[in-house]
């Protein structure tokens, strides 16, 4: 008795801790619909002038400073997000829309890597998102450029 | 050495007078199939919230109707669209500004998105502001002043929809 007791507190504890470790996606998605998907829509596809996420967004944490972009845009860095749901956010965007522009040993935020680069925050955004997507290109790190 | 040696080889045996491989596999069993249970007790399927859907009830042609909250403009619902759809001949702004409001049938929120319909002259019927939770302009992605048809290929606003996208949020 006592031992089937121990089993089943083991379990629940083992439960709690796989919740705890994994990211709030219902809180991400909500967050992705109140401050990002008014320009950058539904299914990340975007439109006139707002960049694609939908199956490009993963290319830029191939390399440093393209990592450092998703943070450093204006959008991402002066959003009235606090750095864990920034952080959890563009974790969220990268796993829904990534598709097959996600690099296998991808890494995801953390809440003080966000918490550090934002405070940096890209003051031109286009030509460096231009110059950056030429530069992954470049590295072959992207392929075919699909949205530049 | 010999007395680790010696102290493995009590505890080992020890073990292995108590248990048995079955006893393993069985508490094993529950283990699993009990944690992997959890989440299908009421408790835990509770939390995973409402329905998406929400439940309508009032007057979708009235400025007061629970999803024109924070609007500002004409009701496609009076135009010849509903607040899920634009008029014949106009194209949904693929850009928008989107809010929460609170339905007061089953009193959850959910998020709108307010896609404006461009494309033909204002409609000029039904003309509602209200405005919760609408901010400055220099807010831009939760101001309702901005003419959201900036995103579409005609920038001529004729009305707003009011589309439920999703439940919203709470901590």
Known sequence: MIRST???????????????????ETRAKYNYQMFC?????????????VPQLKGFIGHFPKSQKGREYLIRVPGSANSVLNDLQLAEVLNWMIINFGENSVAANWRPYDVDEVSELRKNPLM???????DLVAELTSQNKIMKVENE | MKLFDRFFERSARSVAQRSSRRGLLKNLGVALVGGASIPLLPVARAS?????????????SSCEYWRYCAVDGFLCQCCGGTYN??????????????????NPVDGRSYVISYND????????????????RDRPIYRSDKSNDINWCLGSTSYVYNCSTAIVVGLAFEE
């Open chain 1, 37 to 49: 998907q008014g320009c950058h829509t539904q299914d990340g596809m975007g439109g006139r002038a």
């Open chain 2, 85 to 102: 759809s634009c008029p014949p001949g106009t194209e949904m702004s693929t850009i928008t500004w989107i809010g929460t409001c609170r």
């Open chain 2, 48 to 60: 995973q919230g409402a329905p998406q859907k929400p439940v309508e009830e009032g007057d979708p």
């Open chain 1, 124 to 130: 031109e955004v286009l030509q460096y998102r231009k």
């Open chain 2, 117 to 132: 319909c461009c494309g033909v002259n204002q409609c000029g019927t039904c003309l509602c502001q209200r405005d919760e």
């Open chain 1, 6 to 24: 121990l089993l089943v507190c083991i379990s629940l504890l083992l439960s709690a801790q796989v919740s705890s470790a994994e990211m709030n």
